[in-house]
C-alpha cells in the first residue's frame, strides 16, 4: 500500500467512524416532548427489507407492528415489513422488546438508534406502541417514495407525566360518523393521548343502541331540525332533520379499534339534567307528563330526569348494564352537568324523596341522584366520574370529579381525597375561537389559543404534594353545536389537541411554546398527508 492511499483509507476510516462520512445529522421533532432525547453521529436505516423482531407471546404485536407499518405505507409506500419471535435483537432489524419485570413506567420506554438497528424497549404494550409512535416521527415527515428512511442515531427515555391524557367528543349535538370516530381515535393514538371520552347522550339526541328501550333511538336519536347561528340570539331553524346513532356493534367496533390503539374509550351517559332526547323517547322519566321533545336549539333545559321516581333508577340501571357490557372502562361518566332545578321543586314525588331521605335541598336530592348511580356502578366494579356539579350537595364517596366551571371544583375534590380530571373552560374548551372571531367559523365564544393551552398548568399550585397526587391528568373538550362537519371539528381540534398533548405528556418545565412550534411545523406534515384539516392560524405567524 502506498503512503496516500494509506492516508485517504485512514482518513476515510475516522470520518466513518465518528459519522462524517454519512449525511448531516436529522433533526428530532417529536409531539408531545420526550423526556430524554442523546442523539449520536451516524444513521441506520429501515429498508423495504428491514425486520421486526419481538419477544413476547401474545395478541399485541399485531396492533404494535401495524402501526408501524401503516404509517410506513401511508408515506413511503412500503410494503409491510415481516415480524417474528426472537429473544434478542438481530443485526440490522427492529426489535420489540418487552420487559415486564422492569421497573419503567407502564406507558414509558426507551428507543435505541444505533448504526445495528433500532430497539424499542417497554415494561407493557402500551409503552412499545409509544415508542413506535415516537420512531415514526423520527421519520422523514414529508410523504415520498423513498426506499431508505433514515433514522438519526439516538437514545431516548420517555414516559408520561399524566396517566388521564383526554380527548373528548360531543356526537349528539352533531352526529359525526363511525369512520370519523376511528380515525380521531388514530390521531388521539399518534399524540399518546390515552382516554377518549365518548359524548353520547343529551338533549338534541340519544346516541347508543340499548337494546331494552329502543325508543331512545327510533325517537331520542332524531330531531326536527336545528338552529341556525348563535344560540344566544337566533330564532331562525334550519328546518333540516337531524339524526344518527351507533348500534352496539359499532360500539364494540369503535371500543376495539381504540384499544387496539391503547386509547380507552370513558362512555357519558348524562343524567339526570341534559337528558331531553330520553324524556322525549320515555316521557315516564321526566317530573311531568311532558310532551317532550328532542331539543332543536342549544342550552340548558328544564325539563330533567325526576328523582322521585323509581322507575327513573331502573332506566339508569338497565342502560347502564348494557353500556357496562360494551365498554370495559374502569371510568364511568355519568354527566350530572347543568341540571335545572326547578321541575323537581314542583314535583311531588321529587319533595316526598326528599322528605323521605332527610335531605336538605334539591342539591342534596342531586346528590342523592348520583350516589345511586355510583352505588350501581361499584357493584359492578367500575368507579364513576362525573362534570364538577356533582360535588354540589355532597360528593358520591368514591365519585371522580371533571372540573370544567374553572378549576376549582378540581381543587375541592383533591382536597376531599377524590380523583380529578382538570378540564376547566379556559384552557381546555376546543369549541372556543382560536383566532379573532372575525376570522373564524361561528363558534360558542371564547378565546383559548394554541399557545393558551400549551401554558396550561393542570395542578394547581395551591394543591399540596399529597392533594396533588389526585390529580389525573388534563382533557380537551369538542362540543359541536357549532361544528356540523367533521371537517369543522378537525379545524377546532388540531393542533390545539397536540399542545394539550404535551401539556398531559412532558414536564411544565421542559415546555417553551416557541420550540414547540418549530416542533409542530413537522408534525403538521404528517397532518397534511393524513389528511387532517388542522387551523393553520399558530403556524402562519
Ligand atoms: C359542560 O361543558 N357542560 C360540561
Ligand atoms: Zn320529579
Not at 430524554?36 to 404494535?64: A, C
Not at 414516559?159 to 383526554?166: A, D, K, L, S
Not at 342502560?319 to 321541575?343: A, Q, R
Request: glycine fraction near 6%; charged fraction near 25%.
Amino acid at each position: 500500500m502506498n503512503y496516500i492511499k494509506f492516508m485517504a483509507l485512514t482518513i476515510l476510516a475516522y470520518l466513518s467512524l465518528s459519522g462524517f462520512a454519512s449525511s448531516k445529522d436529522i433533526e428530532i421533532n417529536i409531539i408531545p416532548k420526550p423526556v430524554s432525547v442523546k442523539t449520536y453521529k451516524g444513521h441506520f436505516s429501515i429498508t423495504q427489507k428491514t425486520k421486526i423482531f419481538y419477544n413476547f407471546e401474545n395478541g399485541h404485536i399485531e396492533n404494535i407492528a401495524s402501526a408501524l407499518n401503516n404509517h410506513l405505507k401511508k408515506f413511503y409506500s412500503f410494503n409491510p415489513l415481516k415480524f417474528s419471535f426472537s429473544n434478542e435483537s438481530n443485526k440490522g432489524s427492529i426489535f420489540l422488546k418487552l420487559n415486564t419485570g422492569s421497573k419503567m413506567p407502564k406507558e414509558g420506554y426507551k428507543i435505541e438508534v444505533s448504526k445495528n438497528g433500532v430497539t424499542i424497549e417497554a415494561s407493557s404494550p402500551n409503552g412499545l406502541f409509544y415508542g413506535v409512535q415516537t420512531l415514526i416521527q423520527m421519520m422523514p415527515s414529508k410523504a415520498d417514495k423513498i426506499s431508505e428512511i433514515k433514522l438519526q442515531r439516538v437514545l431516548i427515555d420517555d414516559y408520561p407525566r399524566f396517566e388521564w391524557r383526554g380527548l373528548h367528543l360531543d356526537v349528539c349535538r352533531h352526529f359525526m360518523p363511525k369512520e370519523f370516530v376511528l380515525k380521531y381515535i388514530d390521531y388521539m393514538s399518534m399524540h399518546k393521548l390515552n382516554t377518549f371520552h365518548f359524548h353520547l347522550t343529551e338533549d338534541q339526541g340519544w346516541r347508543i343502541e340499548i337494546k331494552k328501550y329502543p325508543l331512545l333511538t327510533e325517537v331520542g336519536s332524531k330531531r326536527e331540525e336545528t338552529l341556525i347561528g348563535s344560540g344566544r340570539t337566533s330564532k331562525q331553524y334550519d328546518g333540516v332533520p337531524h339524526s344518527g346513532f351507533y348500534t352496539q356493534e359499532d360500539i364494540k367496533e369503535i371500543v376495539e379499534y381504540a384499544a387496539k390503539r391503547y386509547v380507552n374509550v370513558v362512555p357519558e351517559i348524562e343524567m339526570p339534567g341534559h337528558a331531553l332526547a330520553a324524556l322525549a323517547a320515555y316521557p315516564h322519566l321526566g317530573c311531568t307528563s311532558g310532551p317532550y321533545k328532542v331539543a332543536t336549539r342549544w342550552g340548558v333545559f328544564d325539563d330533567v330526569m325526576c328523582a322521585g321516581k323509581e322507575s327513573t333508577f331502573e332506566f339508569i340501571e338497565d342502560v347502564l348494564e348494557e353500556v357496562l357490557n360494551l365498554f370495559p372502562s374502569e371510568y364511568i361518566h355519568i354527566g350530572g352537568d347543568e341540571c335545572p332545578k326547578t321541575k323537581w321543586i314542583e314535583c311531588p314525588l321529587c319533595q316526598k324523596r326528599i322528605e323521605q331521605e332527610g335531605l336538605k335541598d334539591e342539591h342534596e336530592l342531586q346528590s342523592y341522584f348520583i350516589q345511586r348511580a355510583e352505588r350501581f356502578l361499584n357493584s359492578k366494579g367500575r368507579k364513576l366520574i362525573g362534570w364538577d356539579e356533582i360535588l354540589e350537595g355532597g360528593l358520591a364517596p368514591n365519585a371522580a370529579v371533571m372540573s370544567w366551571r374553572g378549576v376549582e371544583g378540581g381543587i375541592a375534590a383533591a382536597k376531599q381525597s377524590h380523583y380529578v380530571v382538570m378540564t376547566p373552560g379556559s384552557h381546555c374548551y376546543f369549541d372556543h375561537y382560536q383566532a379573532d372571531p372575525l376570522t373564524q367559523p361561528l363558534a360558542i365564544g371564547g378565546f383559548t389559543p394554541l399557545e393558551k393551552i400549551y401554558s396550561y398548568e393542570p395542578v394547581p399550585d395551591i394543591l399540596s404534594q399529597d392533594e396533588a397526587r389526585y390529580i389525573m391528568g388534563a382533557q380537551g373538550n369538542v362540543w359541536t353545536e357549532y361544528m356540523k362537519t367533521t371537517d369543522h371539528v378537525e379545524f377546532m381540534v388540531y393542533p390545539r389537541a397536540a399542545a394539550l398533548a404535551e401539556v398531559v405528556w412532558s414536564e411544565k418545565s421542559e415546555r417553551d411554546y416557541k420550540e414547540f412550534l418549530k416542533r409542530l411545523q413537522e408534525q403538521v406534515k404528517r397532518y397534511d398527508v393524513y389528511g387532517i384539516n388542522y387551523s393553520k392560524t399558530a403556524l402562519d405567524k
